[in-house]
């Protein structure tokens, strides 16, 4: 039983930092912003990243099960901090550019995870590969976006 209440805690900082989501929220300045037209429709992107939270907080716990804090739950708490403050630059500053920068950073840090992971939690390693194949998409739109409306965007 003593191994699944920390479980609740890896969930408690996924959804803290899917929060961000809710403080920074696009709004009219998105609507107003050209997009491509591959972009997907706004109703996929909150299940998308409720089930990659899912499978990012259960990856984190494996890990932790494996060999407690350490290294593994180092990159696995800047990922978390990176992946909150996209949110803030992109939709809070309303700068497509410094949000592309921490979205590389955040790139960096999950293939970090992966890497690390990997002789720790075969489980664990796996459930962070849709996330980084969901961030190196995300990232390509937010390069996208920022080709077709510039650094500041109005």
């Known amino acids: 039983m003593s191994d699944w209440l920390p479980l609740v805690g890896f969930f408690a900082a996924c959804f803290a930092t899917a ?14 912003l050209k997009k491509p037209w591959w972009r997907p429709p706004n109703w996929l992107f909150g299940p998308a990243w409720g089930l990659l939270f899912i499978m990012i907080a259960i990856s984190g716990w494996l890990v932790w099960r494996e060999v407690g804090f350490g290294l593994a739950l180092v990159l696995y708490g800047i990922q978390l901090v990176l ?22 950073a955040l790139w960096v840090a999950i293939l970090a995870c992966i890497i690390v992971f990997a002789p ?3 489980w664990g390693m796996a459930l962070m590969i849709p996330y980084l194949a969901w961030v190196s998409f995300a990232g390509w739109l937010n390069f996208t976006m920022l080709k077709l409306n510039g650094p500041r965007p109005a």
């Open 19 to 32: 929060l961000s989501g809710a403080i920074f929220t696009p709004g009219q300045w998105y609507e107003g």
């Open 120 to 122: 720790i939690s075969g």
């Open 83 to 104: 992946n909150f403050l996209w949110s803030a630059f992109f939709f809070g500053m309303r700068r497509p550019d410094l949000a592309l920068y921490d979205l590389m």
